[in-house]
Each structure stands twice: as structure tokens, then as C-alpha cells.
């Protein structure tokens, strides 16, 4: 019978319309076979298949990838890609006990699973940022012989949280992709080429005196080396999974470019300068993350039910304002582009 799953496997295989979706369906079986069988996908016997139960599918495949906060998404693609290979199972007569019918729509399909993935989009605020860069210098890890990877991982999520750049990208930057550039102004600039998401160019800007402080502490003097060559993805979906249970606020790599779009937008106003922040097509993309982060001080209810007495501002010394203007980064921003736009500073 091995035999004969092989060839229904690489019909299967045979049958998918294109290179890439052969590669992630491929992906998808392996996995759900390796996680739920112990098995190559060319293993599984009609034994395995007639003894499979919705509880195996939940406790052995979709709950440890949640866990490892893989989204709904995600999860829902790999079963469609087994009950894909289940189809061809059917068609090909090989396991003529098992009710293929019965396994697709009650085994291996979970209505329970999300497609729109909202906790993927919980955003991290600047408060709870300067939070996680403390927790990850203090934090314990292991092949750490000098002491210096809780410094670079606060480089890694303050970087993420600047640039916006995704983590499926942030690994594969290397000091080559940095460029010099001179703004109209005379400022000078790091600029920097990533491909990210879609195989997309994606172009950022960093301050000369930020890109020095990241090769600092993080170059060692081979500029095709990665960027942050010495962290890991999963090392950092630990600490962030740590933090959040410290914080009680559910926190993911990508909480990191929610956040950061969500701050820009308050500090600005302008959906545009986000949408190109974030690299989108469509605005109504831009829009979803900003909506999606609740401020109570932005909602309408909570300006209407509180009386304002702007005169109490009149009343404070100059030492008073710069304080207050200071403990806001969208404060000052507003206060110093006003100020440009009325031509008081330079």
C-alpha cells in the first residue's frame, strides 16, 4: 500500500496548477504529517487515516501552532492543502474504507479558525516598546557569552518599530543594502534598499547618527554580513510571548509595524505618509491597521463628555510648556512642524 500512496502522492503533486502552490502544498502535508502521524506524507496508511479524529487535528496540529502564534490564516491554508491530497485519496480508490467525505468536512476543517487574524494586528504602543527594550536587555539567553544579545535584540524591535520593515524581511538585511544619500537641506541619510513583502522593493530612510549607533554595536566589519546575523526569529517570538504574559497584552512580531504605523498616524494625520511607511497598495490596507487600534482619548464620545478650559494653559510657566510639549512624541512633533509651517523655527 506504501507503494501505492507514493503514486497517489505524486499525482497529487502532478496535479497542482503551478510551481509555487506545488511548494506550499507540499509544505502544508509534510507538516501536518510530521505533527499528527510521525510521518513522511507517503507513509500514511489507510489505518492512519480511518483512526484520525478531530481531537488529533486540534491537540497534535492547530493548537502547538498557535501556540507558536502561527495565524488562523495560515493554519486554515496548510488543511486545505491536506484535504487537497485527501480529494486525490478518494479519486484514486486506494483506501476504499475511509470516508474521505466525512474526514474533509468534519476532521480536518475547524470553523473555529479566523481569517482575518485581528490579534495579528495588535499594535504595541511607544510606552510598551521602551518597555520590551528594557525586558529584552534583562532577559537571560543562552550562547551568550558576553552579555551583549539583550542590547541587540532592543536594536532588533526598535528598529522593526522605525522602519516598519516586516520580520519575514529583517533578517535578510546586510550592511551592503545601505546607502549614503544628501537630502535638499544638507541632511544626510542611511538609506536603505529591503525586498520585502510580494518580493517588493522597499526604501528607507534612517538619520546618519541612527545607522552609526546600529553599526556600533552591531557591525563587525564585513559589510555582507547580515544586519542582525547573531538574533533568530523564533528567540525573538519567545521574549515577545514572555513579555506579553508579563504586560497581559498579546504581542507579536508584527505588533511591532501595527504600532509603529498607529503612532505615525497619531503624530500626523496623514494617511498618506503611513501608507507609504508601510509599503501598501491601497490605502484601505492603511486604514485597517489604524482603525483597528483603539484610542479612547480619539473616540467622539470621549471629546464630547469632557469640558475642555483651554484658558488654564495661559496660566503655565515656560518651563511647564517644554515639559509637557517634551513627554509626548506627537506633541512635539506637532509643535515643531507648526512651527515650520509659521516659519519660528529654522
Same mark, same amino acid.
Given at each position: 500500500m506504501e507503494r501505492e500512496m507514493h503514486e497517489v502522492y505524486l499525482t497529487w503533486i502532478n496535479s497542482l496548477a503551478t510551481a509555487n502552490t506545488i511548494h506550499n502544498y507540499k509544505t502544508s502535508v509534510t507538516l501536518f504529517s510530521k505533527m499528527v502521524f510521525n510521518k513522511e506524507p507517503v507513509e500514511i496508511s489507510e489505518y492512519d487515516l480511518n483512526h484520525l479524529r478531530?481531537?488529533?487535528?486540534?491537540?497534535?496540529?492547530?493548537?502547538?501552532?498557535?501556540?507558536?502564534? #502561527?495565524?488562523? !490564516?495560515?493554519?486554515?491554508?496548510? %488543511?486545505?492543502?491536506?484535504?487537497?491530497?485527501? =480529494?486525490?485519496? @478518494?479519486?484514486?480508490? #486506494?483506501?476504499? !474504507?475511509?470516508?474521505?467525505?466525512? %474526514?474533509?468536512?468534519?476532521?480536518?476543517?475547524? =470553523?473555529?479558525? @479566523?481569517?482575518?487574524?485581528?490579534?495579528?494586528?495588535?499594535?504595541?504602543?511607544?510606552?510598551?516598546?521602551?518597555?520590551?527594550?528594557?525586558?529584552?536587555?534583562?532577559?537571560?539567553?543562552?550562547?551568550d557569552p558576553d552579555e551583549t544579545l539583550g542590547i541587540k535584540y532592543a536594536l532588533l524591535v526598535d528598529f522593526m518599530f522605525r522602519t516598519g520593515v516586516r520580520v519575514s524581511a529583517i533578517f535578510s538585511i546586510k550592511w551592503e543594502d545601505f546607502q549614503f544619500v544628501i537630502a535638499h537641506d544638507g541632511t544626510r541619510f542611511a538609506r536603505l534598499d529591503v525586498i520585502d513583502k510580494g518580493k517588493k522593493l522597499n526604501t528607507k530612510y534612517l538619520e546618519l547618527s541612527y545607522y552609526n549607533k546600529l553599526k556600533e554595536k552591531l557591525f563587525n566589519g564585513d559589510k555582507n554580513e547580515f544586519v542582525f546575523n547573531s538574533l533568530s526569529h523564533e528567540t525573538l517570538k519567545n521574549a515577545l510571548r514572555e513579555f506579553s504574559k508579563k504586560i497581559n497584552h498579546q504581542l507579536t512580531p508584527h505588533s511591532l509595524r501595527a504600532g509603529a504605523a498607529t503612532t505615525l498616524y497619531y503624530q500626523t494625520k496623514d494617511i498618506m505618509l503611513v501608507k507609504d511607511f508601510l509599503d501598501h497598495e491601497s490605502i484601505v490596507n492603511t486604514e485597517k491597521y489604524i482603525h483597528s487600534q483603539q484610542d479612547p482619548t480619539m473616540t467622539g464620545a470621549a471629546m464630547l463628555t469632557t469640558n475642555y478650559d483651554y484658558t488654564e494653559i495661559d496660566k503655565l510657566s515656560k518651563e511647564q510648556l517644554l515639559m509637557l510639549i517634551h513627554s509626548r512624541p506627537e506633541i512635539e512633533n506637532t509643535v515643531y512642524r507648526t512651527g515650520k509651517e509659521h516659519k519660528v523655527l529654522k
Open positions: 478531530f481531537s488529533d487535528v486540534l491537540n497534535k496540529f492547530i493548537a502547538p501552532l498557535r501556540e507558536k502564534d #502561527i495565524k488562523d !490564516s495560515t493554519i486554515k491554508g496548510h %488543511l486545505i492543502a491536506v484535504r487537497s491530497l485527501m =480529494k486525490m485519496i @478518494k479519486k484514486e480508490g #486506494i483506501y476504499k !474504507s475511509v470516508n474521505i467525505d466525512d %474526514l474533509n468536512n468534519y476532521v480536518l476543517t475547524n =470553523k473555529s479558525l @479566523k481569517t482575518n487574524d485581528v490579534k495579528h494586528h495588535e499594535a504595541i504602543s511607544r510606552e510598551e516598546l521602551e518597555q520590551l527594550k528594557e525586558f529584552l536587555k534583562e532577559r537571560r539567553y543562552r550562547n
